[in-house]
C-alpha cells in the first residue's frame, strides 16, 4: 500500500500529470511560443551586448538577466535535438540590418521559420522539464510547514496539477511552473528558522531577477525575513534562554541516565487563537536554532519602542546574498557597455496602458465594464479599451484614466494588512506567512497596471498550499481557483478547443474538492461543507455563462468578438473582488 508520505508515492502519483503534459505537445500554443523561440535566437546568436537592444520584431527580450542566462542554457541543451529552433524567426527583417540593432520595430513581422511537430516537442519537453523544480521545491517546503501526511499529499497534489499552470505552461506557453519552483524554494528557507538569512535574501532576489513581477510579493517576504529572522523580540529571547535551559537538561539526562525518571520532561501545549494545539517546546526547539549561530559572539542593537532586537550580523548577511545576486545579475552587462536604463525600460513598459487586450479579472476590470456602459447611457463613442488592442493609453470613453502612479499607491493600501500587519506580529506563524504572501500578490493582481490574467499564478500556489490547513483558505482557495481558471479560457479561444476546456475546468473543481475534502478529513475527522450556498451558487452561473459566451454569442453575434471576453471578464472579476475582499 502507497504511504502518503513516502517521495515514491510522490512520484508515481506525478506520472499522470507528465503524461498529460506530454499528451497536450501538440495542440494550440500561443503566440509566446515564437516569443520564446526568438529569446533563444537571441541568447544563443548575439552578443550579450545586444540582447536588451534587438528590436527588429515585437518579441524582444524583456524579462531580467537571469531569464536571459536561462535561455542561453536551454538553447545550448535543445542544439542537440532541433537545432532549427535557434535559427532566427524572421530572417527577412534582418536582411541588410546585421549591424543595426537601433532600428525601429516593425509593425506588421514576416511569417516565422515553419514550425514542425519536432521543434514544438523539443520547446514543450524543456517547459516539462524544468517542471521539475516546482516538484522538488514543493516536497521540501511542505515538509517543512505541515504535520500531516495527508495534508502534505493534498497540497502537493494541488500545486503540481493545477489547471491554471497547465492552461498557462503546456498550452499557452510560459515557464512559471520553474519560475513557482525558485518562489517555493525561497518561501521554505523563510520559513525554516534554521535558515540562513544570507539564503533567504539571495533566492528572493534570484526570483526576482528571474521575473520582475514577483517583486509583488517583497512586502509580505521581506518584512517577514526581517522580523522573524534578523529582528528578535525580548519574549523570543526570553524562549530561548528556557529552550537552552531545557536542552542543557536533556543533555545530562544522556549523560546520567538514572536522572530521567525524576526529570521526564512532558510536551506543554497552548491553543491559538483558533483552538488549535500546537507543541510549545517544538516551537521553541526550532526558533532557538535560528539564533544559535549568532547569539553567542554577535551584539544586538534593541529597539524598545517595537520590542525588537536587531541582530546585526544577521542584517548584514541577508544584504550580502541579496547584494551578491545582484552583482552576478547586472555585472556581465555593464561590463559591456549596456546601461541599467536600457534594461529596466525593458522591463517596465509603462507604455502598453492600464489594461491588457483581454481584461483581467481585476478592479479594473469593472472600471472598464462601468466606462463601457456608461458610454452607451450618454452615447458616447465605444471606449477604446474595448477593442481589443494593447497599448491603448486613452481606454476610458467617460471615466478619467488611473496612472501608473495611483495603481502602486492602491496596490501598496491593499497589501497593509497583510504586509504591515500580519507579518510584523512576533506570533506570526509559517502558515500566516504563506497567507500574506498570497495577499499581497493577489492585491497586485487586482489593482496593479497592466496586469496579465495568467499572473493569477502568483497567489494561486501559496493559496493552495494554505487551503489544507484551514476550512476557512479552503473555501477561499476553491472559489478563487475556480474563478482564476475560468477566467484564462478564453486563452484557448480556438472552436476545436471548447471541449478541452470544459474538461480542465471540471477536473479542477472536483479534484479540488477532493484533495480539500481528505485533508479536512486528516485533520477534523469530519467533513464539513467547503462551499457555501452563495459562492456555489455564484461558481454554478459560470455554467451558462460558459455556453452563451461559446456557443450562443458567436452564432447569434459573429460580429462582436470583444463581447464574449468582456462579459468572462466581469463575471470573475466580481467573484474575484469578493474572494480578496473574503
Not at 516539462?128 to 517543512?144: K, N, T
Not at 525588537?308 to 541577508?318: F, G, I, M, N, Y
Amino acid at each position: 500500500m502507497l504511504h502518503p508520505d513516502r517521495l515514491t508515492t510522490w512520484l508515481l502519483l506525478l506520472v499522470p500529470v507528465v503524461l498529460l503534459k506530454v499528451c497536450l505537445t501538440p495542440g494550440y500554443f500561443s503566440t509566446d511560443f515564437h516569443v520564446h523561440r526568438t529569446w533563444l535566437y537571441i541568447t544563443d546568436s548575439l552578443p550579450l551586448e545586444q540582447w536588451y537592444r534587438w528590436n527588429l520584431t515585437e518579441f524582444t527580450l524583456d524579462y531580467p538577466p537571469f531569464f536571459a542566462f536561462f535561455e542561453w542554457l536551454l538553447a545550448s541543451c535543445v542544439r542537440p535535438f532541433a537545432s532549427e529552433l535557434l535559427l532566427e524567426p524572421y530572417p527577412s527583417l534582418s536582411h541588410g540590418k546585421q549591424a543595426s540593432f537601433d532600428v525601429v520595430s516593425v509593425e506588421e513581422p514576416s511569417t516565422p521559420l515553419p514550425v514542425t511537430l519536432q521543434l514544438v516537442l523539443v520547446h514543450r519537453l524543456t517547459v516539462i522539464a524544468s517542471d521539475a523544480l516546482l516538484v522538488v521545491a514543493l516536497y521540501l517546503f511542505l515538509h517543512r510547514l505541515l504535520n500531516q501526511p495527508i495534508q502534505r499529499l493534498s497540497g502537493y497534489l494541488l500545486g503540481v496539477s493545477s489547471v491554471a499552470l497547465l492552461i498557462v505552461d503546456h498550452l499557452h506557453f510560459q515557464y512559471n511552473g520553474f519560475l513557482s519552483g525558485i518562489k517555493v524554494l525561497a518561501l521554505w528557507v523563510a520559513v525554516d528558522q534554521r535558515g540562513s538569512p544570507f539564503w533567504t535574501a539571495a533566492l528572493f532576489t534570484a526570483l526576482v531577477h528571474f521575473k520582475h513581477i514577483y517583486l509583488y510579493m517583497a512586502p509580505a517576504y521581506c518584512l517577514y525575513v526581517v522580523r522573524h529572522h534578523c529582528c528578535h523580540s525580548e519574549h523570543a529571547l526570553q524562549q530561548l534562554s528556557r529552550s537552552g535551559t531545557m536542552l542543557r537538561r536533556q543533555s545530562a539526562q544522556r549523560s546520567h541516565p538514572g536522572l530521567q525518571h525524576h526529570h521526564q520532561h512532558q510536551p506543554q501545549y497552548q491553543r491559538n487563537d483558533r483552538g488549535e494545539q500546537r507543541n510549545v517546546d517544538e516551537d521553541e526547539e526550532s526558533f532557538s536554532f535560528s539564533f544559535s549561530f549568532f547569539s553567542s559572539s554577535s551584539s544586538a542593537l534593541h529597539l524598545p519602542l517595537l520590542d525588537w532586537s536587531v541582530d546585526q550580523r544577521a542584517v548584514l548577511s541577508a544584504a550580502s546574498g541579496a547584494l551578491l545576486v545582484i552583482a552576478l545579475a547586472w555585472l556581465p552587462f555593464l561590463m559591456r557597455g549596456v546601461g541599467p536604463t536600457e534594461i529596466l525600460q525593458r522591463l517596465f513598459p509603462f507604455g502598453r496602458g492600464l489594461l491588457h487586450a483581454y481584461w483581467a479579472p481585476n478592479l479594473w476590470a469593472l472600471y472598464a465594464s462601468a466606462d463601457f456602459a456608461l458610454a452607451r447611457l450618454l452615447s458616447e463613442p465605444r471606449p477604446a479599451s474595448a477593442s481589443g488592442l494593447v497599448g491603448v493609453l486613452e481606454p476610458f470613453a467617460v471615466l478619467p484614466v488611473p496612472s501608473p502612479g495611483l495603481c502602486a499607491l492602491l496596490t501598496l493600501l491593499c497589501m497593509l494588512p497583510a504586509a504591515g500587519w500580519r507579518v510584523v506580529q512576533k506570533d506570526c506563524s509559517r502558515r500566516q506567512f504563506v497567507v500574506a504572501v498570497a495577499q499581497c500578490t493577489m492585491a497586485s493582481f487586482m489593482t496593479g497596471y497592466h496586469v496579465h490574467e495568467k499572473a493569477c499564478i502568483m497567489f494561486l500556489l501559496p493559496l493552495s498550499v494554505a487551503a489544507v490547513t484551514s476550512l476557512d483558505l479552503a473555501r477561499c482557495y476553491l472559489f478563487t481557483s475556480t474563478l482564476a481558471t475560468f477566467s484564462l479560457s478564453p486563452l484557448l479561444y480556438q472552436p476545436e478547443d471548447i471541449l478541452l476546456k470544459a474538461a480542465l475546468l471540471l477536473f479542477h473543481v472536483i479534484f479540488s474538492f477532493v484533495c480539500l475534502r481528505c485533508a479536512r478529513a486528516s485533520t477534523t475527522g469530519s467533513v464539513e461543507s467547503l462551499l457555501p450556498a452563495l459562492p456555489l451558487t455564484y461558481l454554478l452561473l459560470g455554467v451558462p455563462l460558459f455556453l452563451t459566451t461559446h456557443l450562443l454569442l458567436p452564432w447569434l453575434l459573429p460580429s462582436q468578438q470583444f463581447l464574449p471576453l468582456l462579459l468572462t471578464s466581469l463575471y470573475c472579476a466580481l467573484g474575484m473582488c469578493a474572494s480578496f475582499l473574503w
